[in-house]
């Protein structure tokens, strides 16, 4: 006879509906930080008196710290219970946003953002078993319908209420709006949870994994981030940091292959589905993550959008996978999910060869539309690679497999926001000087466009730095344009891949163990 005790009975009535709302707000607060800050950057390095690229960091600290804490999630859980890990990350996760938001400098406020990332690990897994157990069965599925749309609807707040924030008040705002929302979630979570706290057990924690974890992705982030500006392997402190990169990273790998309980169960790369997901999400993630990084910096700083509509440009993506969400999860359940997810490829995939067309006078609508691509690739893309990924694992495998996804995926995500900015900088450093090139000084179209600045009341320094500014736009556009044509020739190329995989979903048969 099992000595677990068996689990509560659902709720219903107000409490249900209470219930259901704080977690999806835990939820939401989560998510939501993680795009809030993206159109805020530029307003925060100006104000921090540091460069847009150093801005970015604000970013990749939060994603890549959220990644790292996630293998740590499933023994959190076990050790301390459900309820008690879910409602003390979303309570040290209001206490981290409070810290970002009286941050005195960059360093200080990475530093809270890493704690802010560190700590809501546990947040979204959280938040989604504990609404699968306050529901009866037979409404499990309203549940997770609703916990899904909250992680949609976020990124669709984020952007618009970032450059709201940013241009109507002050930026510290995008962190303290999270206080009372933080507070009314974790007070409603555990008045009304607390009697409803999972077993418990000791279980063993690989503490020497997750440190070495801690040292490899830490060094190869920071790496990353500032190898820009300090001309890269030039510098000894970089070349430092790629060489403990490297040597945490195999040390990591040998011990995690020996070692009983490991923080993050590598032989889950036995199977080929696992695998070849694991690539295309993080190669597809990677790739929509540094767009998403872009594409409101270069509005801000070369195409004189203001945050909000910079935000606004992003918005319409996710309402449209609002929309099709629901007729997504009807298909999802009747044909192969590889189908599914090459139709969100190719979109992705259209979204960025529409935007490689981006001109210097476009219009707002211009903008938008390659963003409404976007947002049918959305609606299906990451269900169908979790759908894909997760085909063949065992049950009892599926929380560390779901944990090792979710790292991978945010670390890539991380790694390519740094590398986003300084791919841009060098693209537009190499278009100024070709355009720099093919123009002098002496070209009568030079003079005439001086000449006619100077009929508008410019000196001739102003009118060479008026040309000089539009040089400069011109250059980033051009970047821009080529990382936008490289991110859609990206998603293309993951098409064959994604095929290597087995058939999952559709009634297709599941492979019982890993390959």
Known sequence: MSDQPSAPAPMSGGALAITAVALALGTFMQVLDGSIANVSIPTIAGDMGVSADQGTWVITSFAVANGVSVPLTGWLMMRYGVVKTFVMAVSLFT??????????????????????GAVSG??????????????PSDKRGAALALWSMTTLVAPIAGPVLGGYISDNMSWQWIFLINLPVGALCAFLCWRNMKSRETATRKV????????????????FQVMLDTGKDADWFSSPAIVVLAIVALIGFIAWLIWELTEKNPIVDLSLFRSRNFTVGSIVT??????????????????QTHMNYIATWAGLVAAPSGVVAVMLTPFAAQIMGKVDARWTATLAIAAFGLSYWL???????????????????????????????????????PPGQIPQATGLSNFTRLSAGAFAAALTTTIWDRSA???????????????????????????????????????????????????????????AWLMILLVPLLWFTKRAGGGGEHVAAAD
């Open 429 to 487: 450093s190499l278009h100024q000087t070709r355009l720099a090139e093919s123009v002098s000084p002496a070209d009568p179209a030079w003079q005439g466009t001086v000449t006619a600045m100077s009929h508008m009341g410019l000196s001739l320094p102003q009118s060479l730095g008026a040309m000089t500014r539009q040089f400069v736009d011109q250059a980033y556009l051009l970047a821009s344009l080529d990382f936008f044509r490289a991110s």
């Open 204 to 219: 063993p924690v690989d503490t020497t994994g997750f440190m070495l974890l801690l040292v490899w992705v830490g060094a």
């Open 282 to 299: 993080c190669l597809g993630f990677g790739v929509f993550f540094g767009n998403s990084v872009l594409l409101p910096l270069w509005l």
């Open 355 to 393: 935007r490689s067309d981006y001109t210097a006078d476009a219009s707002f609508g211009a903008l938008v539309v390659p963003l409404l691509v976007q947002g049918v690739a959305m609606s299906v893309f990451f269900v169908s690679m979790i759908t894909i990924t997760l085909n063949g694992i």
């Open 95 to 116: 206490v981290a946003s409070l810290l970002c938001g009286i941050a005195w400098n960059l360093p200080s406020l990475i530093v809270f953002r890493i704690l802010q």
């Open 122 to 135: 546990p947040m979204i897994p959280g938040s989604q078993a504990l609404l699968i157990s306050i529901f």
